[in-house]
């Protein structure tokens, strides 16, 4: 069975940074390209940064030059570096493993991101 | 970018009816599109990939139909079950991004 764990979702301060996890497993993880999308209080979804298995990296244009994703394949972890973080960036955030035909197959529970003072 | 339109972004039906959601997309994205159901609290569950293809276990009353940039969802008898909010979203390219969303009320 498929399973992604989110991890580090916490109450930040405007600029700051924070380090989302997820934990993967039943797959080999390795071969799979992964996604984090996003989704603020009350709204729609947003799709954030794709990683693909070997590490390349896609960013929204909200976030490039802030978020980084990376990927340890030895761990079976997906990570998303954040920084700059402003109160646009309030969200829950999923981690999505995508099919190998490339849409959005198994997803996280979430983990909440609050930028407030 | 690839921007995609839903309509309508709310609807009212009763249990029985015939629903359907469209999605258009501002560029040919050829059958590169999925449709997703969110319901309150919940992570999103697929529906339908590759424009028309029934995700495992869905149940068969939901069909996705279209290709290019005029795409459906169709519920063909609403249950109390499908109340949620229903996202089309294209991976022909990146940016990778969702419609706006059509909340269901039964």
């Known amino acids: 069975e498929v399973q992604l764990l989110e991890s580090g979702g916490d109450l930040v301060q405007p600029g700051g940074s924070l380090r989302l996890s997820c934990a993967a497993s039943g797959f080999t993880f390795s071969s799979y390209a992964m996604t984090w999308v996003r989704q603020a209080p009350g709204k729609g979804l947003e799709w954030v940064s794709h990683v693909g298995n070997t590490g390349n990296t896609y960013y929204a244009d909200s976030v490039k030059g802030r978020f980084t994703g990376s990927r340890d394949n030895s761990k079976n972890t997906l990570y998303l570096q954040m920084n700059s973080l402003t109160a646009a960036d309030t969200a829950v955030y999923y981690c999505?493993?995508?099919?190998?035909?490339?849409?959005?197959?198994?997803w996280g529970q979430g983990t909440l991101v609050t930028v407030s003072s | 970018d690839i921007q995609l339109t839903q309509s309508p972004s709310f609807l009212s039906a009763s249990v029985g009816d015939r629903v359907t959601i469209t999605c258009r997309a501002s560029?040919?994205?050829?059958?590169?599109l999925a449709w997703y159901q969110q319901k309150p609290g919940k992570a999103p569950k697929p529906l339908i990939y590759a424009a028309s293809t029934l995700q495992s276990g869905v149940p068969s009353r939901f069909s996705g139909g279209g290709s290019g940039t005029d795409f459906t969802l169709t519920i063909s008898s609403l249950q109390p079950d499908d109340s949620a909010t229903y996202y089309c979203q294209h991976f022909r390219s990146y940016p990778l991004t969702f419609g706006g969303g059509t909340r269901v009320e039964i």
């Open positions: 999505v493993k995508r099919d190998s035909s490339g849409w959005f197959h198994y």
């Open positions: 560029h040919d994205i050829s059958s590169f």
